[in-house]
């Protein structure tokens, strides 16, 4: 599974040693999306130009009377050629001078006085013209063998000999050059570094720093374009310079170099070895480097999943409030007090602190009041001096906001009255009221006693999950729950709502898993029991459900590949990223259907960081750190034309593609809504031809898990069927436009052509015509988009927005506006989805619905699988004739087993409530139809009958059932 696959030898073979490869990642982002993976190809970024030709396609020869090679692409209307000289003085010096020829007219020199850099015994860098000017450098050996030239040079400067290769090849319009020390470190001197130089006779060219470009890109005359680059995946080269300059009308820089070997003193480094390219052409988008392509077996599965990652904030337990913990004492005799203490923040919430006097018979009395924070004001002291009587009352309390973790304030305070000194440490007990001190907790301004665990040596509140030990007081929000029991029913609903082919990622689950805890140290916490969590393991894989743990979902880079693996081999992996568990995982002993054969099966996916520790690093903070690949609306066009063209059918790349507000103000678990609409989310999803990846980190904070499984029904129900279409790798974009302000259309190449950059803004509107008939509108402008559609009149698509439609296979997938109302919807032959924003009745085709409603195929015509959230009914529009109904608002679903058999499961309603069922064959309405009605309670183990009655609508009989509450699942058995 580790082994690289040769995407042509020219372009990408296996890299070298990289060090500090940290740099640069900073800069050039477009070659950052393959970095991890166990199953990755090696990565390396070539020219666009370079991958839509053969090596066969160009040729290579030699001129004995000029001492002239030239390369030379066949393949093409406009030929490239290019040409090096070795009578050139400078080629004779040791230096790079290519001649370039496009379409045999314009000639010009794409880099001059290019070559190694040296540093000698002293220290000093020696550019490639003062090498040549104050040493002596001849050609050794030249070679030419097929389409690769070969030249050996020596270079002699004080006294000390060091050889170079310079190796040349072409690949379509791509001059490749792999760039070598045969020597290595010699007396002190060593080659470290290599510059282009400047290119020369451009005809004022400019430079243009194009959006998708990590560096800028050269056009001359307005005919053609090029760029010069070295890949930093390929080199050893670790800190390079980024040059862009139009010096005159003759005269240009525009690269990543100088380049050079970032050296460590004390640590040995490899021999410099670069590998750059020289690409020509009339097309800006042929010179533009490519992403890392990767041999991934399991790509086409991987387009046939949406991606679903779970945080774990979610299935906590809810209930939280506002919190406060005290800590008491009661004077034990008359006199003056001497009080000195401190309160200190021990983690990153805030806290208010507060010292209250209770005189016996009178009213209390703040002594002290001070918000604490973890930036200005961590800790304060407390003093005084003051009366008290017996039985007068000092309250000590920390309040926090309604917090899951941390709320953790540190606490000493000693009292001295007459002889006596009573101090909150050392007098810590488990006994109320010893020495004056009792231990509570407050809610509405009710204080009431905590109780002792004496196995943790604190006192703890019976209602939510606060304590306080002989140091601290810990204000933690929130009953006490069972999170992984939570988590368990919350995924098993989504197998009930119909959302198969789904990957699982449960991101930080394997941290609390591993976390050190014992058993009961886990019980005593929300996170909930050790058995709970080994029975939700054991639970989904049982139910076939494809899960991966530890992805980071702020890892904008490709899925790695499913590994197909046994549970043995998961006991004997490194941790990193597998299956959740504990500690043994305890599906070990779960009988399977291969449990015969030895071994349980199960899809795993491995998160395994690349191997190299620096590129680990970059990779993530790119990811926090770049705007790309999250791009602002200037930046749309050329990157969708890279993303779709080149990109598509070598590995199915994840969202969050495309969405330069993505990033907003995250804190560690949630992104701020406001900086994350979700429709223009899945518009740049569907722009961009991405696997779905649907995170509760993009849902709004602070939904429960009820509306994030709402938001993922209808993000899934809208994007399967277009995506199926849209990742299918052999479905190739057959189109491409651009819309300007006025309507007109451009292609990437003539929006680069015929506007300037500054305008690229205006390009806000996008069509995108696939091979089989699909048609995709994508409408980033901030007004609606208005399309005349065969299928629903005219559409109008609103802001952020897209439209897909396939007239030939009956696709159809909008968000868009009717009136003043948004909607989202979906049909394809097999499934119905329908989302209406505004609890109004939506109309779509021959249904209508008042929320979100997800239907597809049962096993027999006529019967369909229903799955309604947020909403009362599902219809048949033609007559508004019901299939599913609810006197309230109802969250279930409606599955049939086979043509006598369905289930109904309740997630939510309010208790009492009303369903009625006329989605079944015309059997079931018999009056004499021998038809049971079983209910299964939440938390019952049992089934147990239940009554039920008719009902009519618009003379259309239907079944109905009474006393519905959430958890509730029905079964509906028609027979004897």
């Not at 060090?19 to 990642?25: A, C, K, M, V």
């Not at 980071?552 to 880079?557: G, K, Q, S, T, V």
Request: hydrophobic content about 40%; glycine content about 8%.
């Amino acid at each position: 599974m580790n082994e690289y696959r040769k995407r042509g030898a020219e372009v990408s073979e296996q890299p070298r040693r990289r060090t500090g490869i940290i740099q640069i990642l900073c800069w050039i982002p477009l070659f950052v999306m393959a970095a991890a993976g166990v199953n990755a190809a090696p990565l390396s970024a070539p020219p666009v130009a370079s991958l839509l030709a053969s090596p066969e396609s160009a040729s290579a020869r030699f001129a004995l009377n000029t001492q002239e090679y030239t390369f030379s692409d066949i393949s093409k209307q406009s030929p490239v050629e290019y040409s090096l000289r070795l009578s050139d003085p400078r080629m004779a010096l040791g230096m790079i001078q290519v001649t370039g020829r496009l379409n045999t007219i314009q000639r010009f020199i794409p880099f001059y006085q290019a070559g190694f850099w040296i540093k000698d015994a002293s220290g000093e860098l020696l550019s490639p013209l003062k090498v040549a000017s104050e040493g002596k450098t001849q050609l050794i050996d030249q070679k030419l063998e097929g389409n690769r030239l070969s030249l050996d040079y020596e270079d002699t400067i004080g006294g000390v000999s060091l050889r170079k290769r310079y190796e040349f090849s072409l690949r379509g319009k791509t001059l490749i050059m792999r760039l070598s020390d045969l020597t290595g470190p010699k007396d002190g001197f060593r080659y470290v570094g290599f510059s282009f130089g400047r290119a020369r006779y451009l005809g004022r060219g400019r430079v243009m720093q194009l959006p998708t470009a990590p560096f800028p890109i050269m056009q001359s005359l307005g005919e053609y374009y090029l760029s010069t680059y070295i890949d930093p995946f390929l080199s050893n080269c670790n800190r390079f310079t980024y040059a862009s300059k139009a010096f005159n009308t003759r005269m240009t820089t525009a690269s990543n170099t100088p380049a050079w070997i970032e050296e460590t003193p004390g640590e040995p480094h490899d021999p410099l070895h670069v590998t750059a390219y020289l690409t020509i052409s009339d097309d800006p988008l042929e010179v533009l480097p490519s992403r890392p392509a990767a041999d991934d077996p399991a790509a086409a599965d991987l387009r046939n999943r949406i991606v679903m990652e779970w945080n774990e904030t979610p299935f906590l337990p809810t209930g939280l409030s506002a919190l406060s913990l005290a800590r008491r004492w009661k004077a034990q005799q008359n006199g003056f007090i001497n009080l000195n203490g401190t309160i200190e923040l021990a983690g990153q919430r805030n806290a208010q602190c507060e010292v209250v006097l209770y005189p016996s018979g009178g009213e209390p009395k703040l002594l002290f009041s001070q918000w604490l924070n973890p930036k200005d004001k961590p800790a304060t002291g407390l003093t005084g001096e003051f009366p008290m009587t017996e039985g007068d009352e000092l309250l000590f309390v920390c309040r926090t906001p309604a917090i899951m973790t941390d709320g953790e304030v540190k606490f000493r305070i000693q009292i001295k009255q007459g002889d006596e000194t009573y101090d909150s440490l050392n007098d810590f007990s488990g006994v109320q009221g010893q020495r004056g001190w009792s231990y509570e907790e407050a809610r509405d301004g009710d204080y009431s006693l905590l109780i002792w665990n004496e196995e943790k040596s604190r006192w703890e509140s019976p209602g939510s999950r606060a304590w306080q030990t002989a140091y601290s007081l810990v204000c933690r929000s929130g009953p006490r729950g069972d999170a992984f029991a939570t988590a368990k029913t919350f995924l098993e609903q989504f197998k009930a709502m119909g959302l198969d082919d789904t990957l699982m990622v449960l991101h930080n689950w394997d941290e609390r898993a591993r976390d050190e805890h014992n058993a009961t140290a886990m019980q005593s916490d929300a996170w909930g029991a050790k058995a709970s969590l080994e029975s939700l393991e054991q639970s989904l894989i049982a139910s076939g459900v494809r899960l991966a743990t530890g992805m980071p979902h702020e890892a904008a880079i490709d899925m790695t590949p499913f590994l197909s693996t046994s549970i043995a081999e998961l006991e004997e992996d490194d941790g990193e990223g597998t299956f959740l568990s504990v500690a043994e995982p305890a599906s070990s002993e779960t009988p399977t259907a291969d449990a015969e054969a030895g071994e349980t099966n199960i899809d795993v996916m491995h998160i395994a960081p690349p191997s190299d520790p620096h590129l680990t690093e970059a990779v993530y903070r790119f990811a926090w750190n770049m705007p790309f690949p999250y791009l602002l609306p200037g930046e749309f066009p050329l990157y969708v034309d890279d993303a779709l063209r080149n990109q598509r059918a070598r590995r199915p790349v994840t969202g969050f593609g495309g969405y330069a507000a993505f990033l907003g103000e995250p804190d560690d678990e949630t992104v701020d809504a406001r900086f994350f609409p979700m429709d223009e989310y899945l518009t740049a999803t569907v722009c961009f031809g991405r696997v779905p990846h649907l995170s509760d980190a993009i849902w709004k904070p602070g939904q429960s898990a009820r509306e994030i499984a709402r938001d993922a029904v209808a993000a899934y129900g809208l994007l399967k069927p277009v995506m199926a279409e849209i990742l299918d790798p052999f479905n190739a974009p057959s189109k491409i436009e651009y819309f300007d302000e006025s309507g007109q259309a451009f292609d990437a190449k003539g929006v680069l052509l015929k506007r300037s950059l500054s305008e690229l803004v205006n390009y806000n509107r996008l069509h995108i015509e696939y091979a089989n008939g699909l048609n995709v509108w994508a409408n980033r402008s901030n007004q609606e988009w208005h399309l005349e559609s065969g299928m629903l009149g005219t559409d109008r698509i609103k802001p952020g927005g897209f439209l897909a439609r396939n007239e030939r296979t009956g696709v159809f997938a909008v968000i868009g506006r009717r009136g003043h109302r948004t909607y989202s919807a979906s049909l394809n032959p097999t499934s119905i989805f329908i989302q209406s924003r505004d609890e109004g009745l939506l109309r779509l085709g021959d249904y209508a619905a008042d929320g979100v409603c997800r239907m597809t195929q049962g096993p027999a015509a006529g019967l369909w699988n229903i799955t309604l959230l947020n909403a009362h009914e599902v219809d048949e529009s033609n007559r508004l004739r019901p299939l599913l109904r609810s006197n309230e608002t109802i969250d279930c679903a409606l599955q049939w087993l086979d043509p006598n058999h369905a289930k109904l499961t309740v997630f939510h309603c309010n208790d009492g409530a009303m369903v009625e069922l006329f989605a079944a064959p015309s059997a079931w309405f018999d009056d004499n139809a021998p038809l049971n009605i079983t209910r299964k309670r939440a938390g019952a183990d049992d089934q147990a009958a239940v009554e039920w009655s008719r009902s009519e609508n618009d003379g259309q009989p239907g079944i109905r059932v009474s006393g519905v509450n959430s958890g509730d699942v029905y079964t509906f058995m028609m027979g004897e």
